[in-house]
């Protein structure tokens, strides 16, 4: 009876070195990896890294805008084209020799206008 009640007191305090508090800390502290805070270098990476992506998205968006503005002006261009050619085939002689006649005197009041300026911008030096 002895004997066997020192055993099993042999046991049980086996048991409770096994199972202590501190030794169950530090088997979870074991299982569990530490708690990771980033450095100031990778935090810093970080947000370069996104500013440069918001900066790519912007030059993205502007070329995409840019691309289809100018989708759209080579469109209208075209569409101006065919009806510049249209309006010619439909014209008579008399009208194509008048419309001629209109953009050479359009022409001329251009370049007497642009004269006209560049004199006035001369004199002004003069004074």
């Known amino acids: 009876m002895y004997e ?3 055993a099993a007191d ?5 048991c409770r070195t096994h199972l202590s508090l501190t030794h169950l ?3 979870l502290q074991q299982d569990r990896t ?6 100031k270098d990778q935090k810093r990476r970080e947000r370069e890294q996104k500013k440069e992506d ?3 998205a912007k030059e993205e968006a502007r070329a995409e805008k840019l691309a289809a503005q100018q989708a759209a002006d080579d469109a209208a261009y075209e569409e101006a084209e065919k009806e510049a050619e249209k309006d010619v ?7 194509l020799q008048a419309k001629l006649e209109a953009d ?3 022409e001329l009041a251009a370049e007497a206008a642009e004269l006209a300026k560049a004199e006035a911008e001369g004199g002004d030096e003069d004074r």
Request: aromatic share 10%; charged share 25%.
């Open 25 to 27: 800390s530090f088997k």
């Open 4 to 6: 066997g009640g020192v």
């Open 104 to 106: 050479f005197e359009a």
């Open 10 to 14: 042999v046991a049980a305090a086996s």
């Open 34 to 39: 530490m708690a990771f805070t980033p450095s």
């Open 54 to 56: 918001k900066r790519r």
């Open 89 to 95: 085939s439909e014209m008579t002689e008399a009208e």
